[in-house]
């Protein structure tokens, strides 16, 4: 089957019964939804650019599984050149949409859980590699958005899966049957779970002998009986819900998406099962899938600061500063930033290597060291863009004013007109350019944007303790201290 088009992507949410629930009510209608359309026009946006032959290189690639040409996020990584291609996709497509556009996810438990299968059948002589195989398939033919999901609520994080009050508290088999599993459980703050076609849950820390039930992973579709969602808020998101106030959302036409995810019962079919009850590769399946997420915040999160960074050199031009020296070195501090996060991404690919399946992954050390950094640069980034920007992309009156024709002025000066007078910047600069770039500003920076932008940086792919473990795993400070003995002529 060939590549979807974007509309043929939206088309196809409608035909699913996903169950979709926000401030406390079923939403029957979700695609059209003004605070969900945005989310849904970015996941869009990776079927549109692989459509175009500009793009072609970066968006599609050959499928190791059928030869087919194939959305290079349903794609199994072959080589470090594929690797490095990933991260490049991943920065257009912020530079695009300036958001989280949430496909990655998928992509992401695609290759982590495909190197792990064919290691736990190689240990258990079970047949789960074949299992997704035929899974990934299916997902490539039908050039599917998948929902890569792994962070459990975790309840008391002090416990394992098995001591929790609360056995919900980490997604688990129920009821084993001959055809297949009974799960129940959720996962929290899931990207583009409500966008997705079909889930991939995988299980979200190491697991011990006692664990069994909970070191589980499965294939099911978003729609499947059991299955519902609840909309995650964001930052001022019902400013998308007002008529006539798109200047002030500051993005209109694209934003990120997260949503708890429930299982509430729901039968698994046994050809859709990866992991069942090998407790000893729960462990596995998250370092790789972790390692390949934060591998591509070196991409996402740095398209999305291109963005940012231009928004800032715009605010800087529109109040007339741009010459002023101070300006210039915080936009070259935020470009020397953002390219630091690139370097990480494009680093970590380069020296990717071969998994046992053959898919290839990426260094891990570097990964991580990737994503700390995105921890903290964007919260830098953006500390500058407020700083350029200037107070007012937080007091500014709303876009009705801007418009208002109501006479409040000694002469019969409208609202409009007063706001039009006092917001103007620099000469031939309109004041709703200077507007829409501060609005823009604030979305990034504290708004709706901000989850994709600065929280998801912190957290997003595992908080910064995470990645500071597994550096402290693969640092390799024995083999350093060895380098200094060496040359210092220390002897043991
Ligand atoms: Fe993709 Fe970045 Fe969103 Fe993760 S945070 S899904 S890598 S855009
Ligand atoms: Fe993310």
Known sequence: MALKTAKEYIDSLRQLKTRVYMFGEKIDNWVDHPMIRPSINCVAMTYALAQEPEYEDLMTATSSLTGHKINRFTHLHQSTEDLIKKVKMQRLLGQKTASCFQRCVGMDAFNAVFSSTYEIDQAHGTHYHENFKKFLTYVQDNDLTVDGAMTDPKGDRSKAPHQQADPDMYVHVVERRPDGIVVCGAKCHQTGSVNSHWHIFMPTISMGPEDKDWAVSFACPTDAEGLYMIYGRQSCDTRKMEQGCHIDVGNAKFGGQEALVVLDHVFIPNEYIFLNGETEFAGMIVERFAGYHRQSYGGCKVGVGDVVIGAAALAAEYNG?????????????????????????????????????????????????????????????????????????????????????????????????????????????????????????????????????????MHGAGSPQAQRIMIARQGNIQGKKQLAKDIAGIKD
């Open 321 to 457: 500063v741009e010459k002023a020296s101070a300006v210039k070195d915080k936009l070259i501090e935020m470009t020397h930033l953002n390219e630091t996060l690139y370097s990480c991404g494009i680093a970590c690919s380069c020296e990717g290597c071969p998994t046992k399946a053959g898919n290839y992954q990426i260094d891990l050390l570097l990964a991580n060291v990737c994503k700390q950094n995105v921890t903290r640069f964007p919260y830098e980034i953006v500390r500058l863009a407020e700083d350029i920007a200037g107070g007012l992309m937080v007091t500014m009156p709303s876009q009705k004013d801007f418009e208002s024709d109501l006479p409040v002025g000694r002469e019969g000066e409208t609202i409009g007109e007063i706001c039009q007078k006092y917001f103007a910047g620099r000469e031939g600069v309109s004041t709703e350019d200077r507007q829409r770039v501060m609005r823009f500003l604030e979305n990034m920076c504290l708004g709706a944007a901000a989850v994709g932008y600065r929280t998801e940086s």
